[in-house]
């Protein structure tokens, strides 16, 4: 027979004087200063995008889970697209109701020929984007159809640069109609939301005209180029239009009227507060942490935190 004999064991008994468990607290320690100026969004636990403005923490959620990612840190963007302006071959409206966040902000467009022709709407820009590399993207809601295209035209219109997407298999492909052809490339992705809603993604880089004018989403099908669908019931219902420079997408930029900056997320502790909790001679820091994009360079500097004295770099 075997026999279980206990023996004193030594284990230590300690907690961490500072213990922040953003995500399942989903609030900030009151010792934490949070700073971020201009407008900005996040996903909440049902799925909806959610505006915020200056100074409010954001708290991310997985759109398709609902489990919360903890306390979203961004750098600072700037949205240069703004106000939805009309449709191509198609009847258009705006401040439609979109489920994503309940409010009537987006936009429709119902293909009003049944010729196979390109049916879009065009988005404003402001000035022009300036920067052979950006990412592009734009949120829609699967009605009747399941095939989108993106186009970036360059300011002299040389450039034509098209992306097809299809939510339904996750099929995606890109043409540049450049002449010649400038050999852009691209990363391509979708991510979706519920409730048939998804967000449409391109990162361009080698945009040879450096500068662009005009960004359109529309109906499109991958083998058939630009055109868009002859049933004249095709719907787009589109959101959320954005380009902004970087080498990965960020949380949606609200814009309204003209480009639009979101500030670096900023979150620091200091004076007594933080001398209650750090050891002077010793400690442990542990961080868990995930960098969202698979497109982050090895080159940016990635470190969490960072302990320094009063006034050094």
């Known amino acids: ?3 279980d004999i206990a023996t004193p064991q030594d284990y230590p008994n300690s907690r961490p004087t500072l213990d922040l468990n953003f995500a399942a607290e989903k609030k900030l320690d009151p010792r934490i200063t949070y700073l971020r100026t201009g407008a900005a969004s996040f996903v909440n636990e049902f799925g909806k995008v959610i505006l915020v403005g200056d100074n409010v923490p954001r708290f991310d959620h997985d759109p398709d889970t609902g489990e919360c990612k903890g306390l979203l840190i961004e750098e600072s963007r700037t949205n240069i697209v703004y106000n939805a302006l009309s449709a191509s071959n198609g009847t258009f409206t705006k401040n439609v109701f979109n489920s994503l966040t309940g409010n009537n902000d987006a936009v429709k467009m119902v293909k009003n020929s049944s010729t196979l022709n390109q049916s879009h709407i065009s988005y404003q820009i402001s000035g022009n984007g300036s920067t052979t590399s950006f990412v592009a993207s734009v949120f829609v809601q699967k009605t009747n159809h399941s095939r989108y295209f993106l186009q ?4 002299n219109l040389s450039d034509n640069f098209y992306v097809y ?8 492909s890109a043409t540049d109609f450049g002449n010649p052809n400038n050999n852009i490339t691209s990363t391509i992705s979708i991510e979706s939301y519920g409730d048939n809603w998804y967000r449409l993604i391109v990162r361009v ?3 040879a005209e450096n500068t662009f004018n005009s960004f359109r989403v529309g109906l499109g099908h991958p083998t058939t180029g630009a055109q868009g669908y002859q049933d004249t019931t095709d719907e787009l219902i589109a959101y959320g239009a954005q ?3 970087g080498d990965f997408v960020t949380s949606y930029i609200p814009a309204y009227g003209a480009a639009v900056s979101r500030g670096a997320d900023t979150t620091y502790i200091d004076g007594q507060d933080f001398l209650d909790f750090y050891n002077q001679t010793e400690g442990t820091v542990i961080s868990s942490h995930s960098i969202i994009s698979d497109q982050i360079s090895s080159t940016h500097n990635l470190y969490t935190y960072q302990i320094s004295p009063t006034g050094a770099t």
């Open 1 to 3: 027979f075997a026999k």
């Open 152 to 155: 970036i035209i360059s300011s």
């Open 165 to 172: 997407y299809n939510v339904d298999d996750g099929g995606t």
């Open 205 to 207: 880089q080698g945009f």
């Open 243 to 245: 380009i902004e420079v």
